[in-house]
């Protein structure tokens, strides 16, 4: 998981999901449990918070709720980090175009890469 698209746990719990697809609350928890303790109910509000976030989707079959991703890792940061642009833009217009470009130059394969992608 990329820093700062997910908080810590968000994190982990997208990464448990993403690499296992579909489980239940409790075999997260035992999973998580594994590395740290933590508590079911944090478990619970994290999975609930993914859930209103659109990352997770929840279904039940029989008494038991399974949880999945919505999106895949590549597309969450995909999606993440066209928000993020956006929003640099909206809020700094130029400069932020202009501090990207100082940046990319720094880094001549990335300045290759934009060049490459700007000429298909």
């Given amino acids: 998981m990329k820093p700062n698209l997910l908080g810590p746990l968000e994190g982990k719990v997208m990464r448990y999901f993403w ?16 590395e740290e303790q933590i508590a079911y109910t944090t478990v619970s509000t994290i999975v609930s918070r993914l859930v209103s976030k659109k990352l ?24 993440r980090s066209r928000n993020l642009i956006k929003s640099l833009l909206g809020n700094f217009g130029d400069i932020a175009i202009a501090s990207f470009v100082d940046e990319l ?13 700007t000429h298909e």
Avoid: C
Wanted: aromatic letters at 10%; zero cysteines.
């Fill in 105 to 117: 130059k720094t880094d001549p394969s990335s300045l290759k890469k934009l060049r490459d992608l």
């Fill in 19 to 34: 690499d296992r697809q579909d489980s239940k609350i409790s075999e997260l928890h035992i999973f998580l449990s594994s």
């Fill in 56 to 79: 997770l989707s929840r279904r039940k079959v029989g008494s038991s709720f399974y949880y999945s991703p919505l999106v895949s890792e590549t597309q969450f940061i995909k999606n």
